[in-house]
């Protein structure tokens, strides 16, 4: 598998309150990206970086920013969670020869009250 | 909308061969064709990828019609961790849809 881990896995979070979600590589593939996934929606991108400080918006990037300043190290911040942010967060990598070949986190399965 | 439509379940019985088909009739030339799957509430698992030729590894096989517009993911001899919901995604989109979820049955 690839090295690929996601902090934390789990959170329960208040309306309000800022939160970040850490995606972490050991491959040190170029790409690196972040979707969530809700019932009735599939996978969607949120953000997704090229290389460090390099990034771009995805699909559903509005109430979400993220940084990259190290190779191995993709955050996702939601300045104000809201409930509508209440979903199932994957990081995904992908080397820069097969970008589209995309290789999963376990998750982060965040919770917003 | 995905570039690519699938059914939305399929079964199979284990130890047969899974058939299953993507729709992608609007991809353009220089765009490939992906296959992902996702085992219950796991991250999406890369499976396969192709242009215009067939392609083969050690997980499933890729048929591509010959003007592009459909493949065919095929699981040689399914088994029950093979349960799973697949997705075809074209590259230039890389939307993943709503795929289609295969039970694999005893």
């Known amino acids: 598998d690839a090295g690929i881990t996601q902090s934390p896995r789990h959170k329960v979070t208040e309306t309000g309150t800022p939160v970040t979600l850490r995606c972490h590589q050991t491959?040190?593939?170029?790409?690196m990206y972040w979707y969530r996934q809700d019932p009735g929606h599939g996978l969607r991108l949120i953000h997704y970086?090229?290389?460090?400080?390099?990034?771009d918006k995805g699909e559903v990037s509005d109430g979400y920013s993220v940084s990259r300043s190290k190779t191995e190290d993709f955050l996702l911040t939601l300045e104000s969670a809201t409930s509508s942010q209440t979903s199932v967060y994957f990081c995904a990598i992908s080397d820069w020869d097969m970008p589209y070949e995309q290789y999963f986190g376990p998750g982060t399965r965040l919770t917003v009250t | 909308d995905a570039k690519t439509t699938q059914p939305p379940s399929m079964d199979c019985a284990e130890g047969r061969a899974a058939n299953l088909p993507c729709n992608h009739s609007?991809?353009?030339?220089?765009?490939?064709v992906y296959w992902y799957r996702q085992i219950h509430s796991q991250g999406p698992q890369y499976i396969i990828h192709g242009l215009k030729n067939n392609e083969t590894n050690e997980m499933a096989s890729l048929i591509i019609t010959e003007d592009r517009k459909s493949s065919t993911l095929i699981l040689p001899h399914a088994t029950l961790r093979d349960t799973a919901v697949y997705y075809c995604?074209?590259?230039?989109?890389?939307?993943f849809g709503a795929g289609t979820r295969l039970t694999v049955k005893p």
């Open positions: 491959e040190n593939h170029r790409y």
């Open positions: 970086s090229y290389g460090v400080k390099d990034t």
């Open positions: 609007t991809i353009s030339g220089n765009e490939y």
């Open positions: 995604i074209a590259s230039n989109d890389m939307r």
